[in-house]
Each structure stands twice: as structure tokens, then as C-alpha cells.
């Protein structure tokens, strides 16, 4: 990211909720609240509308669930980054909301510093997961014993590195000099030698493992 200051949508059922990030994210430099939604349907019109940085995203609202949003908005290829806040930690809400395409999930009892932290990590697309969300995913992805020779190759741990960065699978190809591909059959073997599905599980299972520092 820039210096410029990272732009935000709130999207949450509870006007107290809103009213309270809007409040603590107007008191830290380098944050801009563009607006707010209080369901997954309006969330995805203002997230197409102003198009910020970073979406907050609650799971469970009357209008339109958080689940449905991210997926929505990545069918529709947004540019925003959603980073899930929200008050559950179920392998029901955890799991398909990071497989609709979160980049994050934090759960709202977090310090106020981690979750800047986290919004600025999301901003630049890393993933970041709550260290409880962390250890669900693991367990519920990984599989009950690696698979003898399951090590990465340098070359799927290059990969690896570079998701967990957020790049895409143009951009791995352009910096490794290899097609997309070349990308893509890298990616499905160190799934299977992870035992995951997916790019967010990867990286869990990535820095659980100590593959990634």
C-alpha cells in the first residue's frame, strides 16, 4: 500500500457496531471509513459503489448473510479485500466463509490494535486469521497423517510464500518467469501435500507447520 490512507466499509446488522469501528477507525491516521451496510445485499451494492481498500464483514445478518456477500463479491471480481469480524468461531461459519474468499476472519473480541493490524494486512492482501479461526481451520483441513515424501519442493514453497502475500497466479507466474499454468499444477500438488482445498487453508496450514516464518 501507499501512504494514502486505507479505505473501509463496515457492513454490520447492529447500528452500535458500526456506530463504535466507525469511531475507533476515525481515531487511528492512515484509515478512511467510506460507509456502512447493515446486510450482505446493501454490502455488496456499496462495496461495488465505493469500491474501498478493505470490507468489514459480519456473517449472520437478516439482510443478505456475510457468506453470501464475499461470494457474491468475488463472482463479481471486486477489488476489495474482505476481512470477516464477527462474534463466531464455528467450522460453520469459519470454513465457508474463507472458501467463499475471504482474505480474513477476526473475531470482534480482538484488541484494537490487532485488528488495524489486521485491516492493513488485509489491505495488502495477506491473509490473516485469529488465532483460534487459525487452529479450527487447521484441524478441520489437514489430514490425519502426511503422506510420506509430503515435503515442498523449493519451488511450491516459493509459491506458498507468494500467496501468502496475496499475489495472484498472473503475478507468481510473472515473478518465478513460469506460466499460469506451470502456477496452477504447483498449486494442486502442494495442496495435496498439505492436505487442504484451498489458498487460505494453505497458508494456515503453511505457518502451523512452520513452513512460512
Known amino acids: 500500500m501507499t501512504d494514502r490512507a486505507i479505505t473501509l466499509l463496515i457492513v454490520d446488522d447492529h447500528p ?11 481515531s487511528e491516521p492512515g484509515f478512511d471509513v467510506l460507509g456502512e451496510a447493515a446486510g450482505g445485499v446493501e454490502g455488496v451494492e456499496r462495496a461495488l459503489r465505493l469500491d474501498p481498500d478493505v470490507v468489514l464483514m459480519d456473517l449472520r445478518m437478516p439482510a443478505g448473510s456475510g457468506v453470501e456477500a464475499i461470494a ?27 472458501e467463499a474468499g475471504a482474505t480474513g476472519y477476526l473475531l470482534k473480541d480482538a484488541p484494537r490494535e490487532d485488528l488495524f493490524a489486521a485491516v492493513r494486512a488485509a489491505a495488502e492482501g495477506r491473509t490473516v486469521l485469529s488465532p483460534a479461526v487459525a487452529s479450527r481451520l487447521v484441524s478441520a483441513v489437514r489430514k490425519p497423517a502426511a503422506p510420506a515424501g509430503s515435503a515442498l519442493s523449493a519451488r511450491e514453497r516459493e509459491v506458498l510464500e507468494l500467496v501468502a502475500r496475496g499475489t495472484s497466479n498472473r503475478e507468481i507466474a510473472r ?3 513460469i506460466s499460469e499454468a506451470t502456477v496452477k499444477t504447483h498449486l494442486t500438488h502442494l495442496y495435496g501435500k498439505l492436505g487442504v482445498k484451498d489458498r487460505a487453508a494453505a497458508v494456515a496450514v503453511g505457518y502451523d507447520r512452520g513452513i512460512l516464518g
Not at 72 to 79: D, I, K, N, S, Y
Open 16 to 26: 452500535v457496531v458500526r456506530d463504535g469501528l466507525r469511531g475507533m477507525f476515525a
Open 72 to 98: 457474491e463479491l468475488t463472482r463479481l471480481g471486486a477489488r476489495a479485500r474482505v476481512l470477516v469480524l464477527t462474534t463466531y468461531d464455528t467450522d460453520s461459519d469459519t470454513i465457508p466463509a474463507i
Open 175 to 177: 515473478e518465478l518467469f
